[in-house]
């Protein structure tokens, strides 16, 4: 099993940045790939961005998030980043770290079936 734990959200105003921070515990050994999502209100859960956790490679939603946010991982410390600059009203959402044992490629990526563990959420709000 692996524990995710998010940290890092907040109220923030337009064009500002947060950054987030999933650690993972448990076996960690286990993790191929880790990702956000996010889930606005009223809205489906969408996906944000994913790493490999081995190699490093990223993929992003394409439009809405790239060149704004940026994620990365330190594996000595097991925890996943999410650097989010240039804030917008509509990035306000629950965001969630997800993981899986599987290293994922392609398209499936962005699907929130291939992940087996979530983590609880953390609320981010972004003020005009």
């Known amino acids: 099993q692996v524990q995710l734990v998010e940290s890092g959200g907040g109220l923030v105003q337009a064009g500002g940045s947060l950054r987030l921070s999933c650690a993972a515990s448990g076996r960690t050994v286990r993790i191929g790939t880790m990702a956000w999502f996010r889930q606005a209100p009223g809205k489906a859960r969408e996906f944000v961005a994913a790493?490999?956790?081995?190699?490093?490679?990223?993929?992003y939603a394409d439009s809405s998030v790239k060149g704004r946010f940026t994620i990365s991982r330190d594996s000595a410390k097991n925890t996943v980043y999410l650097q989010m600059n240039s804030l917008k009203p509509e990035d306000t959402a629950v965001y969630y770290c997800?993981?899986?044992?599987?290293?994922?490629?392609?398209?499936?990526?962005?699907?929130?079936?291939?992940?087996?563990?979530w983590g609880q959420g953390t609320q981010i709000a972004v003020s005009t």
């Open positions: 997800a993981a899986t044992p599987a290293n994922i490629v392609g398209v499936i990526i962005s699907t929130m079936r291939v992940y087996e563990y």
């Open positions: 790493i490999n956790w081995s190699g490093g490679s990223t993929d």
